[in-house]
């Protein structure tokens, strides 16, 4: 057991895969990244399949499909499906496991799995748990006191972190995450998760990282001539949701406080790459490091998650071999379609254990290539579709029948819709049939005659969001529980 590879797997919440130095990013700072990159293995074609946070986790945890672990909606009040989880397979392959950060499963204390979890969950006692990030800022002489700096987890309101800096939920897991390592049996051979919970709003980064980057100097968001006409309900709901009336010098701001919270969560990675090191343990430890999902940051005038363009569905995607390790090649570009449901798989493989049957994903550095990655999210007038060739995307939104298709080898910042053209009908209908075949559940509604049809969407409500996103308020004492299946924070 002590020649296997132990396992560190990083996962941040809502960061783009093109937010990395590594990806040609133009403002961001992610030295650790890109040095990561250097050594081992970037996958350029990795991709959420459901870009949200609940679907996407249960993916990454079981390896399986939205369509297999049965969400594709973002149901906070379900439970995990009954599936070997990525944890549970290390520990009955004589690995310890161990998490530090955001879960966001239900109940909140359901180990998946897990030897132990230290858990950040973003400020939701009323859900039945007192977190132990909650109950740190509370040892310290802050109880309650996590979102007095007022912004909120689901909106693009920005200061600096109103704590000391040490009381900052992104040191707080990078310190329990390093004590972890440093508690591990030394006999066994180790899993470790550290989740991180930015750089998803709210953004209150440190002020020192607001600090590293110019206002004038941060990129704004892309804009084509498609998403100024008419939209698809999905995208004008998201519009209605969040304020599209900013000025440049404003997106600029909400960039740069981003950017901050990435460059923060990059440099604290040094701190677990050093334990490693100092533990002697690190030329033996395989790296994965991911996120859940992108952000579209204002990009088309879009924001947060819940679709298919490349800001939003495309993530990072970093692994790095042991030390000596034939298996991961180092400075390399992978282009194949991965998807979430890989990462069990791959780690899996990594680790020499075997992959349950139950897992619909496939080990990244396998010979095995996948022709079509499909994507789902939602099943009301906010759903979208995904068929990905590895080239070409097309992305269909069934409330009102209307497709995009983007060819990313010219068009990677998809500015230019292909659908409908007639030089691409043969790669289009293709891409149809892959969303057809892949049809489950409400979908085979939205299919007439071997088409695709869609839905005649309802009249747009316009009513005011009164719940401010999902505003948190003091937490000492705790809120009152609440019904854990109520969702707030998004535009339906």
Known sequence: MRDQPNILFVMMDQWPAKVMRAAGHPTILTPTLDQLARLGTRFSRAYSECPICIPARRTVMTGTTPRSHGDRQFQPSL?????????????DGGYQAFGVGKMHVHPQRDRMGFDDIWLAEEGRPQLGAIDDYDMYLADQGHAGAQFLHGMNNN????????LDERLHVTNWITRESARMIKRRDPGKPAFWHVSYTHPHPPLVPLEAYMNMYELDRVDLPLHADWAAGELPPALSATRRYWPTEFKNHELQAIR?????LCTHIDHQLRVLIGTLREEQVLDNTVILICS???????????WAKRVFYEASAQVPM????ASGSNSVQANHVDNRLVGLQDVMPTLLSLAGLPIPSTVDGISMFGDTRRNILF??????????????????????????????????????????????????????????????????????????????????????????????????????????????????GSPG
């Open 79 to 91: 439970g995990m499906p009954d599936f070997p989880t990525v944890a549970q397979c290390f520990r």
């Open 155 to 162: 909106d693009y309101l920005f200061r600096p972190w109103h």
């Open 256 to 260: 740069r406080a981003y950017y901050a």
């Open 292 to 302: 859940d999902h992108g952000d579209m940051l204002g990009d088309f005038g879009l």
């Open 318 to 321: 970093l692994v790095v071999g």
């Open 375 to 488: 994507g789902e999210c939602r099943e009301n007038v906010l759903a979208t579709r995904m068929a990905h060739d590895g080239r070409f995307k097309l992305i269909w939104y069934p409330a009102g029948n209307h497709l995009q298709l983007f060819d990313l080898e010219t068009d990677p910042t998809e500015l230019v819709n292909l659908a409908g053209k007639d030089e691409f009908t043969q790669v289009q209908s293709k891409l149809e049939r892959a969303l057809m075949d892949h049809a489950w559940g409400i979908d085979n509604e939205w299919i007439i005659d071997g088409r695709l049809a869609g839905f005649s969407p309802p009249d747009a409500a316009r009513n005011g969001d009164r719940h401010f996103g999902g505003q948190r308020g003091v937490h000492y004492p705790p809120p009152p529980l609440d019904d854990p299946a109520r969702a707030v």
